[in-house]
């Protein structure tokens, strides 16, 4: 995620993702981060704005999220990735299926 380059959708070579279409779709996502991080969530890469034309978010890894947070349950619809970790294959299953 760390080297995945964020751009425009016409630049060359094609970025791994673009902006968003809309400061409301920017802001939340952003407040969906921020409010993870609230709850305990650990930004491993990412969790920022990136400088340039639009509305831009560097890819982001969260980890240490709670199942029943928004992050968790709801679609982010941005370059956000919340990380759980589980000990068997059911708890996984379990997890999957909530």
């Known amino acids: 995620m760390k080297s995945s380059v964020v751009g425009g959708p ?7 993702c ?6 409301a ?5 952003v407040g969906m981060v921020e ?10 890469c990412g969790g920022h704005a990136i400088e340039g034309p639009g509305y831009r978010y ?24 919340p990380v759980m970790s589980f000990d068997t294959f059911d708890d996984a299953l379990d997890l999957a299926n909530d």
């Open 10 to 16: 016409f630049d060359e070579p094609a970025p791994a």
């Open 18 to 23: 673009c902006g968003f279409v809309s400061k």
């Open 25 to 29: 779709q920017f802001d939340k996502v």
């Open 35 to 44: 409010r993870a991080k609230e709850a305990g969530a650990k930004v491993h």
């Open 58 to 81: 560097a890819p982001t890894v969260l980890t240490n999220c709670d199942q029943k947070s928004e992050i968790v349950q709801k679609e982010v619809f941005g370059p956000v990735l």
